[in-house]
């Protein structure tokens, strides 16, 4: 079993920044990618980012050159870096972790899961 603590969620205009984490523990040898997916009401939840561990990462469209994800093996932490923030980034953001990088790259919804975090992107 893995277990995920996210923080960094919360209030921001539009144009600004955050910057969520995500801190894996327990079985993390097993973790093959690291991601975050996000769900706005009533969307499906859908795929925001994704690194794998060695480095490869993979972004929507919707956030490519404003968002960055990183991950620090030695931590078994992953950060999510949001710039130019929108209000249609408005959502709750799940941390995922997957043993398998394959599913998270391709947004399969397995996994791992955290108990989501709020951004919400408002003047």
């Known amino acids: 079993q893995v277990q995920l603590v996210e923080s960094g969620g919360g209030l921001v205009q539009p144009g600004g920044s955050l910057r969520l984490s995500c801190e894996a523990s327990g079985s993390v040898f097993s973790i093959g990618a690291m991601g975050w997916y996000r769900q706005a009401p009533g969307k499906q939840r859908g795929l925001v980012a994704a690194?794998?561990?060695?480095?490869?990462?993979t972004y929507a469209d919707s956030v490519k050159g404003r968002f960055t994800i990183s991950r620090d093996n030695a931590k078994n932490t992953v950060y999510l870096q949001m710039n130019s923030l929108k209000p249609e980034d408005t959502a709750v953001y799940y941390c995922?972790?997957?043993?398998?990088?394959?599913?998270?790259?391709?947004?399969?919804?397995?996994?791992?899961w955290g108990q989501g975090t709020q951004v919400t992107v408002s003047s």
């Open positions: 995922n972790a997957d043993p398998s990088t394959a599913a998270i790259l391709e947004g399969r919804r397995t996994g791992y």
């Open positions: 690194v794998t561990r060695g480095g490869t990462t």
